[in-house]
């Protein structure tokens, strides 16, 4: 597993990092604002130097100067000055010169060292000399001072002004040279000294501030998740692991919605167990409720294994553990036979209890010898309709067969259409009139009518829940695939028959849920001499 950071070491790296920002940034922005007020001050010395020197100079001389080069007590009188002032101010360089287009005419030069510029002399300019020179040399001068590094000259600030004659035009400019070094080591010394200072009160100000994060912040922090631990180890026991921040803020608050969250938590798992206990106990009980529900369908197949007149399957698949969907068969008498298929109103235990009800008393009444299954179905129908107050009701398909002759009689209220296959032939749904499902109102008279199987005929009866069948995008599968499927072997065994008709409704559903109960039964009738 991946080491990772504490909380302090992050908040200490966090300071550390910001530290070393401030540092820059501070030392960035002051040397900034060294730079901007020395360049300033070198600037305001600088011009004042120059325009003296310029309202000191005879402009009218300048031009006399530069065409003859001859020197005259008044030349040697400014050169004088200008040396003075070069040495009394501590100047580099002092000088006047005619600005021409690529290079520069000396008029005077200051300097007292053997490379000292004679009068007349030519020389390029340095870096950005000749745009300094074309904004000083005019009537309105902009002054502006220029810091170059010069091979020869060295690190210096320039500044020029204009020497204009008695027409008041600019002749010569008198430019300053003054050296840098000096402020370059100054602003490095004063760099390092108040680095040193941002440092140590930095420092300062990282020891106070992790102390009041570690004491306010980290340290409840830390207590809330060791706290947490602890709930989380022993969240089934009865030990209460209660938080005590006292910092006044957000935390003290989360604190206290903690311990509230913990409480509330343990009830919820006290009422979680009893509701679970509660819930497994229902569940045990469904479970064997849908098991006395499958063993009160007949689920033995063959049923009646001396009996080759025909042959019977179904099945039963609820949604739930247990289901409102039933069917029956059973002989009457040696030669006739009851077949069932039914539907209860809803689902779950109160669909369920409605059918053990409902086809308990279809089966009585048929089986006390009554041959006509609308009467079967009227007797039930009074029965079920007492006391019914959840208003349930059932929808029922109930077929009476002669087996000796293949005729029969059939009753169906509300329920869905049968669907018959002639032997060689395919099946077809049979559609009729139904009647109103039973248990709806008292008093109901059901329809029914006459019908005959012969020798290779077959019945297949289903509930609701097989055509209604639903896929992931909410398409039925409808009586058209059901007939698809049933047709796709015909002359298939019933239970062959219902296995081709659930897997195909199963292919189309998918992994979509099961909506509805699904109930199936198949029937071939093969003549009083048996199976041919």
């Known amino acids: 597993m991946k080491k990772r950071l504490t909380l302090t070491a992050k908040a200490l790296l966090a300071m550390v990092a910001l530290s070393v920002l401030m540092i820059l940034f501070t030392c960035a922005g002051i040397a900034m604002r060294y730079y901007n007020e020395t360049k300033a001050y070198y600037s305001r010395s600088a011009f004042a130097y120059t325009r003296t020197a310029a309202e000191f100079i005879d402009g009218d001389t300048i031009a006399r100067y530069y065409e003859t080069g001859e020197k005259d007590d008044y030349y040697y009188n400014v050169l004088n000055y200008l040396r003075a002032a070069q040495k009394e101010s501590n100047l580099k360089y002092y000088y006047v010169f005619v600005p021409l287009e690529d290079e520069v005419v000396y008029i005077w030069d200051a300097d007292n060292s053997g490379d000292a510029c004679e009068l007349g002399y030519h020389e390029q300019y340095m870096a950005n000399g000749k745009e300094n020179a074309a904004q000083s040399f005019r009537k309105d001068p902009i002054e502006e001072i220029t810091i170059n590094s010069d091979a020869t000259y060295g690190y210096i600030a320039s500044a020029c002004s204009p020497v204009f004659d008695s027409a008041g035009e600019p002749v010569a400019l008198v430019a300053v040279d003054m050296a840098m070094e000096g402020f370059i080591q100054a602003l490095v010394s004063f760099m390092a000294a108040a680095a040193q200072t941002i440092l140590v009160v930095i420092f300062v100000a990282i020891l106070l501030l992790y102390y009041f994060m570690r004491r306010y912040m980290i340290k409840p922090i830390e207590i809330l998740n060791s706290s947490a631990k602890k709930m989380v180890e022993h969240l089934e026991a009865d030990e209460y692991t209660k938080i005590d921040i006292r910092t006044g803020d957000e935390l003290q608050e989360l ?34 409720a849908a098991q006395i529900q499958a063993d009160m369908l007949p689920s033995i197949f063959p049923p009646f294994p001396d009996r080759n007149e025909f042959d019977i399957y179904a099945t039963m698949d609820p949604a739930k553990e247990v289901g409102g969907d039933f069917y029956d068969f059973f002989l009457i008498d040696d030669d006739h036979i009851a077949l069932v298929m039914a539907d209860v109103s809803g689902k779950g235990v109160p669909a369920s209890l409605f059918m053990v009800i409902a086809k308990t008393l279809i089966k009585n009444h048929a089986q006390l010898g009554e041959y006509s299954p609308a009467k079967v179905l009227m007797q039930a129908n009074e029965q079920l309709c007492e006391g019914n107050e959840a208003e349930l009701f059932v929808t029922v398909w109930l077929a009476i067969l002669e087996i000796s002759t293949g005729k029969g009689r059939a009753a169906n209220a509300g329920h869905e259409h049968p669907a018959l296959r002639r032997r060689g032939g395919k099946y077809e749904l049979i559609e009729y009139r139904h009647s109103p499902a039973v248990a709806t109102m008292e008093g109901i008279r059901f329809r029914e009518h006459d019908f005959e199987l012969h020798p290779g005929d077959s019945v297949f009866v289903y509930t609701d829940g097989v055509p209604e069948a639903t896929d992931a995008h909410n398409e039925l599968y409808g009586t058209e695939r059901m007939l698809e499927a049933l047709n796709l072997d015909p002359e298939a065994s019933p239970k062959n028959i219902l296995e081709n008709v659930k897997n195909s409704v199963d292919k189309f559903v998918g992994d979509a849920p099961q909506f509805d109960d699904l109930t199936m039964l198949g029937f071939t009738y093969f003549g009083a001499g048996g199976e041919n």
């Open 255 to 288: 604190a206290g919605s903690f311990n509230q969250m913990n409480g509330e938590l343990r009830d919820y798992i006290r009422k979680l167990t009893v509701v679970t206990a509660e819930k497994e106990r229902i569940g045990a009980e469904l479970n064997v």
